[in-house]
Structure formats: structure tokens, C-alpha cells
């Protein structure tokens, strides 16, 4: 059986509060509001029931997050896309800024089981001043199971309309991609964390973050498969292979956590549902 899904999140500025609705359909909803930083930032957690998706399977996120507000999006766990039998799994995320308004994207990492047809997709679109940080993690198979991505297809599109796009197909039988030191290197596990502003980053702030991003990643057991680049004036990002999910996830967060402060003078509040 499969399941389709839809998820429509809008968020707005009441006062000093960010306020939020949803409305759902099938299995994909969020949990309860949460202020662990006080009124101004909503931090939602973003739950899907059946536990993984499978072929056939259709998940819509659209995200709306209105001016002046703030909103922190995550999953408590990782999307899991399982094997298929032939039709496509497939999950899609609509993000839309209007001005002057923050989010931040950091869903846990993906896992792309061995024999899976997935499609995942994040597409966002920022107006002037707003801006947004958010990171992608994929695992192909389950590495610290000893369970490797020897069949199946994964297609990953991360797009900022007429700004940046990243679009490929990563097959199990691709050996030139996963292997050689111009694809993937036998890492098996890649990130990207971005930081994205609707009007041109002054070119201090953009320093700042690259330099913080390479400060992070120095000392850091990933450092000679991290790296850090602008490709335009409102975009910076931090780019990391792997072996294993949580060395990747820890730069990814250290970054994050750096930028926070950085950009935008926030200190460290990690979501509550990354430590249970």
C-alpha cells in the first residue's frame, strides 16, 4: 500500500512571537509548537508515522514562512527510503521566505537503502532580507550495518530558483561516481549545509562565514573532505564526505551552530528531539 502525504506549514510574525499553523493530509504532520528560545523563533518537529518511505509513496512539504517571522523545521530521526519493487519514492519540499523573515532546514540525515527508487528534492524561494540556512545529508546503505548501496537509484535536487541549483543521479551501479576521487571518493555518506540570503550578503558577513566554516572544519577528523565556497553573493556553503553518518553531522552542526551567531547573534539551541 502506498501512502501520500501532504504538509502545509505557515508561519507569522504576531508581536514579538512567531506564530504557526499546519494542516495535513495522510501520514505527515508536525508536533506541538515549541519555544525553547523564547516567543520569536518556533521550532517545529516534523514526524512521519510509517517510519520510512517506500515505492510508491508521495510526501509534499510546503512551507510558508511570512514577514518578520523566524521558524525552526527537523525530523527526530532519519527519512528512510526503502527498497523498492519498481515505482518511485518520493518527497518534496517547497520553501517560500517573504522579507525580512528566517528559516532554518535541518531535517536529520537521509538513508538511501540498497534497492530503492527515491526522488528527494528541496526547492526555495527568498524575498529581500529574508534568509535561510538548512543542510542535506544522504547515506547510501547503511554503512555501520555492513548493509552497502549495491542496487537502486537515488535522484537528489536542491534548488534556489535562477540562483543555485544541484541536480544528480547517484545509481549503485555508478562505480566511476562513487569511486573515483572526482565523484565521491568510496565515501559513502555526503552533506551540504548552505546559508542563503534574498539580498546580497555584505562582504564582511560573507568572509565571516567562510572563514568560520574552515575554522570549524580545521581540527575536525573530516577536515580533508570538507570545504567551504560562495558560489554567488547571497549563497555560502559547506560541503563534506564521509564514511559515517555522525563525524558528517557533527561538522554540519558545528557550522550551523557558528553561523547562528555569526549572522544572526543566536546562540546554541539545538533542537530538544537531537538528544533524546
Do not use: K
Not at 515549541?34 to 508515522?49: D, Q, R, S
Not at 517547497?94 to 537521509?110: M, Y
Not at 526547492?123 to 529574508?130: C, Y
Not at 577536515?223 to 555522525?246: H, M
Amino acid at each position: 500500500m502506498s501512502w501520500e502525504g501532504r504538509l502545509q506549514l505557515r508561519y507569522a510574525r504576531d508581536g514579538d512571537r512567531t506564530v504557526a499553523h499546519d494542516r495535513h493530509e495522510g501520514p505527515l504532520r508536525v508536533l506541538q509548537s515549541l519555544y525553547p528560545e523564547g516567543g520569536a523563533i518556533c521550532h517545529h518537529v516534523l514526524v512521519h508515522p510509517p517510519g520510512g518511505i517506500v515505492g510508491g509513496d508521495r510526501l509534499q512539504v510546503d512551507v510558508q514562512v511570512g514577514e518578520g517571522a523566524h521558524a525552526l523545521i527537523t525530523t527526530p530521526g532519519a527519512t528512510r527510503f526503502y527498497r523498492s519493487a519498481g515505482e518511485p519514492a518520493t518527497q518534496h519540499a517547497h520553501l517560500h521566505l517573504a522579507a525580512q523573515s528566517r528559516l532554518e532546514w535541518l531535517p536529520l540525515e537521509t538513508l538511501a537503502y540498497s534497492g530503492c527508487a527515491a526522488e528527494n528534492s528541496v526547492r526555495f524561494e527568498l524575498a529581500a532580507g529574508a534568509q535561510m540556512m538548512g543542510w542535506d545529508l544522504l547515506a547510501l546503505g547503511l554503512p555501520a550495518a555492513d548493509q552497502p548501496f549495491v542496487r537502486g537509484h537515488y535522484l537528489q535536487a536542491l534548488e534556489w530558483p535562477g540562483r543555485w541549483l544541484e541536480r544528480g543521479r547517484i545509481d549503485a551501479q555508478d562505480h566511476l561516481l562513487l569511486d573515483s576521487p572526482l565523484g565521491l571518493a568510496g565515501q559513502r555518506v555526503c552533506g551540504t549545509l548552505w546559508f542563503a540570503s534574498g539580498s546580497a550578503l555584505e562582504r564582511e558577513l560573507r568572509e565571516a562565514l567562510l572563514d568560520g566554516a574552515r575554522a570549524c572544519a580545521a581540527p575536525h577528523a573530516l577536515a580533508r573532505l570538507a570545504g567551504a565556497t560562495s558560489p554567488n553573493e547571497g549563497l555560502v556553503l559547506l560541503r563534506v564526505l564521509a564514511a559515517r553518518v555522525e563525524p558528517a553531522m557533527d561538522l554540519l552542526r558545528q557550522v550551523w551552530l557558528h553561523w547562528r551567531e555569526q549572522a544572526w547573534g543566536l546562540t546554541a539551541a539545538a533542537p530538544r528531539v537531537w538528544r533524546t
